[in-house]
């Protein structure tokens, strides 16, 4: 709600000049990209606060799409697709700074390779349970608990904190591997409730 609030006067900023939800979908994703060149050739804070302001984009198309009287089927679909590739980009780039440094970081890149697989399958999870009539929105890592991490990491580091960009990648990966493990007994234990529900047919 406190997010809203700040984001407020964007949103009728925008609203009052005609702006749709969809364009600042794609203008996110944009803001995204930039942010995650900035990392991968090392400029960690300033591409750290890039990629923290495209991803604020996805609250304020939201908020926009409330104020033109709701959203779209499609609107939420285009919102849901650049979600994932923006954050998919972020992964990567930051997989290609610890590549591209005078001593390339294997860890580096493998947690940045298992937070992005994780990241992919708690969304993935949700969406499938979805599909199956059931709601999976439980767990200890959504997205915008994995975004804050990864901006404070990279801020940080940025900043001289070295491992702090490690630490924040690992924690992301633990988080999304136990969301995935919720999620899954979650939906188990619906589905078991649901099956030994009697049905109200006739």
Same mark, same amino acid.
């Not at 944009?30 to 996805?58: E, H, K, P, R, S």
């Not at 937070?115 to 959504?142: N, Q």
């Given at each position: ?90 992964? @990567? =780039?930051?997989?290609?700074?610890? +590549? /591209? ?6 860890? !580096? #890149? $493998?947690? &940045?390779?298992? *937070? ?37 990491? @990279? =801020?940080?580091?940025?900043?001289? +904190? /070295? ?6 990648? !690992? #924690? $992301?990966? &633990?988080?999304? *591997? ?25």
């Amino acid at each position: 709600q406190a997010g809203r609030a700040l984001l407020d006067p964007v949103v009728q900023s925008l609203h009052r000049a005609g702006v749709s939800p969809d364009a600042v979908t794609v203008a996110g994703l944009g803001i995204v990209v930039i942010g995650a060149l900035l990392i991968w050739q090392g400029y960690l804070l300033t591409g750290a606060l890039i990629l923290g302001g495209g991803a604020a984009l996805d609250a304020v198309d939201g908020g926009l799409a409330r104020a033109r009287g709701g959203g779209t089927n499609f609107g939420a679909f285009l919102d849901s697709t650049l979600d994932r590739t923006g954050e998919a980009i972020g992964y @990567l =780039a930051i997989a290609a700074y610890y +590549l /591209s440094l005078p001593e390339p970081s294997g860890p !580096g #890149v $493998i947690l &940045a390779g298992f *937070a992005l697989s994780g990241s992919f399958l708690v969304s993935y999870t949700r969406a499938r349970a979805e599909s199956l009539g059931f709601d999976a929105s439980v767990g200890l890592a959504p997205r915008t608990e994995r975004i804050v991490l990864i901006v404070a990491g @990279l =801020a940080l580091t940025g900043l001289g +904190l /070295s491992p702090a960009l490690i630490v924040s990648l !690992g #924690v $992301i990966a &633990a988080l999304t *591997a136990l969301t995935v493990v919720q999620r899954i007994w979650h939906v188990r234990r619906l589905s078991m409730v649901a099956a030994s529900t009697p049905s109200n047919k006739e």
